[in-house]
C-alpha cells in the first residue's frame, strides 16, 4: 500500500502558528486531505488540496503542496486551545481507485495556554 | 440531516466471544469504509465497499474478520473469537462514488469502542 507519514505530536502556544507537516509516496495521488479528530470523536474533514494546485487557503488554514519533494503539510494561524486534536492527512489511492484512501498516523496537536 | 451512525458506541466482551459492529451510512452514500485505531495508532484501513462491486477486503487482519453491507446501506463487521489485540476504535465512513478529478469526503462515524478482557 502506499505510505503516508506524519510527525506524532506538535506543541504550541494559543496564539503561535501551528504547522503539521506530511509525506506521501505516492506521485500519481489526485487529492489530498486534512482531518481532524477530537477527543472520543470520528474524523471530520478539514481542508482538501488537488494535486495540481501549490497552495490553498480557507480562512486560518493554509494547505502547501510540493509535488516534487512529495510534502503536505498544514498551517493553521492564531491557534487556539480548540484546535488541540489529531489531524490525519489522507491521500487517495492511485489511478482507477480513487476510493481507497490512505491515511498517516496522525499528529496530536497539542495548544497550551 | 443524519450522519453516520454506529452502535454500540462502546462494546465490552471477553476473550473468544464474537462481536458484531452496527454501521448506518449516510442515505445516499454508495460507498461505505470501515478502519480500526488502536490507542495511538493511525487509521488501519479493514474493508471497503462501493455499491455492487465485490469489497475490497485487503486489509482485514484475519480471517476471524468479515464485513457485509445488506442492501447497499447498512453494515456490520463481525470479529470472531475476539482476542486481546483486538481491543481499538472501529471507525466507519461512507461517501459518494469517488470519480476522478472530483474530491471525495469521507463522512465519519463516532466509531465502536471496543474492549477484549
Known amino acids: 500500500g502506499e505510505d503516508v507519514e506524519q510527525s506524532l505530536f506538535l506543541s504550541v502556544r494559543e496564539g503561535d502558528s501551528s504547522v503539521i507537516n506530511c509525506t506521501y509516496t505516492?506521485?500519481?495521488?489526485?487529492?489530498l486531505y486534512w482531518y481532524k479528530q477530537e477527543p472520543g470523536a470520528g474524523l471530520q474533514l478539514l481542508t482538501y488540496?488537488?494535486?495540481?494546485?501549490d497552495m490553498k487557503q480557507d480562512q486560518r488554514l493554509t494547505v502547501l503542496l510540493n509535488k516534487k519533494d512529495k510534502h503536505l503539510s498544514l498551517r493553521i494561524a492564531d491557534t487556539q486551545t480548540g484546535d488541540s486534536a489529531i489531524y490525519f492527512c489522507?491521500?487517495?489511492?492511485?489511478?482507477?481507485?480513487?476510493?481507497?484512501?490512505?491515511f498517516g498516523s496522525g499528529t496530536k496537536l497539542n495548544v497550551k495556554p | 440531516g443524519a450522519g453516520v451512525s454506529q452502535s454500540p458506541s462502546n462494546k465490552v466482551t471477553e476473550k473468544g466471544k464474537d462481536v458484531e459492529l452496527r454501521c448506518d451510512p449516510i442515505?445516499?452514500?454508495?460507498?461505505l469504509y470501515w478502519y480500526r485505531q488502536s490507542l495511538g495508532q493511525g487509521l488501519e484501513f479493514l474493508i471497503y465497499?462501493?455499491?455492487?462491486?465485490?469489497?475490497?477486503k485487503s486489509g482485514l487482519p484475519s480471517d476471524r474478520f468479515s464485513a457485509e453491507r445488506t442492501g447497499g446501506s447498512v453494515s456490520t463487521l463481525t470479529i470472531q473469537r475476539t482476542q486481546q489485540e483486538d481491543s481499538a476504535v472501529y471507525l466507519c465512513?461512507?461517501?459518494?462514488?469517488?470519480?476522478?478529478?472530483?474530491?471525495?469526503?469521507?463522512?465519519f462515524g463516532p466509531g465502536t469502542r471496543l474492549t477484549v478482557t
Open positions: 488540496i488537488f494535486s495540481n494546485m
Open positions: 505516492d506521485s500519481s495521488s489526485t487529492y
Open positions: 489522507a491521500e487517495t489511492a492511485p489511478l482507477y481507485n480513487f476510493n481507497k484512501f490512505y
Open positions: 465512513a461512507s461517501s459518494l462514488t469517488c470519480r476522478e478529478r472530483v474530491s471525495c469526503e469521507q463522512y
Open positions: 465497499f462501493q455499491g455492487n462491486s465485490a469489497p475490497d
Open positions: 442515505s445516499g452514500h454508495t460507498a
